[in-house]
Structure formats: C-alpha cells, structure tokens
C-alpha cells in the first residue's frame, strides 16, 4: 500500500502543493480498496519468495565471513582484527545482492507494473539487465 501510493504522488502533480498531503494519501487508500481490494496483497508473493533465499545467504555467510577471519592471526600485524564486524559489513554486502533485485520486483508488482514476480523480473532484466 505505501509503495502504491509513493508512486502515485510521485506521478501526479500536487495541485497547489497541498498542506495536508496524508489526507489525499488517505482519499487514494481509500479508492484502492473500494475499487480494487486485492491491491492490499500485491507484491506479497514477491516478498516470500524473496524471504527464503535471503535467509538461506545470511547466515552461511556469516559463519564462512567469522571463520575465515578468526583464522587471520593478529600476531602478524600487531593489531586485533574486529572479526564480529568486519563479518556483519561482508555479510550485508553479499545479502545486499539478494535483497536489492527482490526489492525491485516485489516493487513493480505492488505499482502494477508487472502482474506477477515473474513478469517483473523479466521486465526488469530487459529493461535494466544487469548493472
């Protein structure tokens, strides 16, 4: 619902800036789910599909980051390598390139871009690829 109606401001002029932009967000809430209520779930298959392969990187990556930095010995540069946080930055990058493209489709669905998370990452591949 919050994307669908980020969308919608950003697409449709502010006539003259109005003072109270929650109250149009409200009249817009409203009109979706009187004339279209199934809007409320769209991009839902998007986000469990996405929540597995999130969860299944996360924490082998984080257990393979922790290993690997604990076996660095610290004795060879005289300082303590913070191996908790230096595992936690790598482990954030690596989910950053799972979560960010599901971000992307679950995004398309819910502006009805795309119908489905299949459509939306098709779309997206032929109109972004891969950057």
Known sequence: MATRLQYTRSTTACAGGRRLPIVGDARDMARMLRHQ???LYRGLSASLVGAAPLSLVYMPTYELCTHTLKSIKSDSCGIRVPV??????????VCAAVRVPMSVI???????????PLEAAASALRSRGFR
């Open 84 to 93: 908790s946080q230096l595992a936690s930055v790598a482990t954030g990058v």
């Open 106 to 116: 679950k995004s398309r669905v819910q502006i009805g871009v795309s119908r489905t």
């Open 37 to 39: 209520p199934n809007t």
